[in-house]
C-alpha cells in the first residue's frame, strides 16, 4: 500500500499511537469500508471500558503507526463503550486541507468498458495501442451548489523483464466545486452519485475503488479518503 493510498476493497489493521483527552494511547486501527470503522483502545481505564453511553469527539484524531512513517487521520469519531472508536471517515496523513475544492473518484470497471473494444498491432517492426480517450468537461448544480466533472486517464508501462511489459490503464473522475470548499460529507455523498449516474450509463453495478481530496492550488498534496460503503462489487463488468 503507498503511504497515501487506501483502496475500499483492501482490508488495513494498524498498530498506532494516539492522543485523546490529552492523554497518550496505543491501539489497533481496523480499515475495512465494508464494515465500520473503528480504534480499538489498548487500556484498562474504567471510564474509556464502561462508559455508560457513546460520547462525541469533536476534534479530530492522528494516529501514527508503530513501527513506520505511516499516518491517518480520523473524523466524525464517536468513543463506544468497551473502549472503542468508530468513526465516519478516515483520510491518510496527520494534517487536512480547509481548502479542498477537489476530488478525484475511481470505479470498478470504467476503464474495463472503455478498452474493451481496443486491439493491440503487432507487425515484425512494431507494437502500436492506441491509448487515447476522448475528454469531456462538464459543469453541472447539484443541490444548489456548482460543480464541474471531467475525465482524466493515467497510462503507464512499467518494466516486468526486458522482455515482457505491462500496460496499465485506468481512468477516473475529477470533481471540481466552483467558489467554495468540499466538506467530508458532500464528498462522500457526490461520489456516490457520481458512481450511481455511471451505473446507469453502463448498465453495471459499478463501485468507489479509490478517493482522493486535495486543493486544486496543491494538487500533489493529495489525501485518500475512505468512508463505510456496505454494497461493494469488485468484479463488475
Not at 107 to 121: K, M, N, Y
Request: hydrophobic share 35%; aromatic share 12%; with cysteine.
Amino acid at each position: 500500500m503507498s503511504q497515501r493510498e487506501l483502496s475500499f476493497f483492501e482490508k488495513y489493521k494498524h498498530t498506532v499511537n494516539f492522543s485523546l483527552d490529552g492523554e497518550e494511547y496505543t491501539g489497533v486501527l481496523s480499515i475495512n469500508a465494508s464494515q465500520i470503522l473503528n480504534l480499538v483502545i489498548h487500556t484498562d481505564k474504567h471510564d474509556l471500558l464502561f462508559a455508560e453511553e457513546y460520547r462525541v469527539i469533536n476534534l479530530p484524531i492522528i494516529c501514527y503507526e508503530i513501527g513506520s512513517r505511516k499516518t491517518f487521520t480520523l473524523h466524525q469519531s464517536e468513543l463506544q463503550r468497551g473502549g472503542q472508536i468508530t468513526c465516519r471517515y478516515i483520510t491518510t496523513g496527520s494534517s487536512l486541507s480547509n481548502h479542498i475544492d477537489q476530488f478525484e473518484v475511481h470505479l470498478t470497471g470504467i476503464s474495463t468498458w472503455f478498452e474493451r473494444l481496443r486491439i493491440t498491432e503487432i507487425t515484425d517492426t512494431e507494437l502500436k495501442r492506441n491509448t487515447a480517450i476522448e475528454k469531456f468537461l462538464v459543469d453541472f448544480t447539484y443541490q444548489k451548489n456548482n460543480y464541474s466533472i471531467e475525465n482524466h486517464r493515467y497510462v503507464s508501462s512499467p518494466t516486468t523483464t526486458p522482455t515482457e511489459h505491462l500496460i496499465q490503464i485506468e481512468d477516473c473522475f475529477i470533481i471540481k466545486k466552483k467558489n467554495e470548499n468540499f466538506t467530508l460529507r458532500e464528498v462522500e455523498k457526490l461520489a456516490l452519485e457520481i458512481r450511481n449516474l455511471f451505473s446507469l450509463l453502463l448498465g453495471y453495478s459499478l463501485s468507489i475503488e479509490n478517493l482522493y481530496i486535495f486543493s486544486s492550488s496543491k494538487r500533489h498534496d493529495y489525501k485518500s479518503l475512505i468512508f463505510f460503503k456496505h454494497n461493494l462489487r469488485k468484479n463488475t463488468i
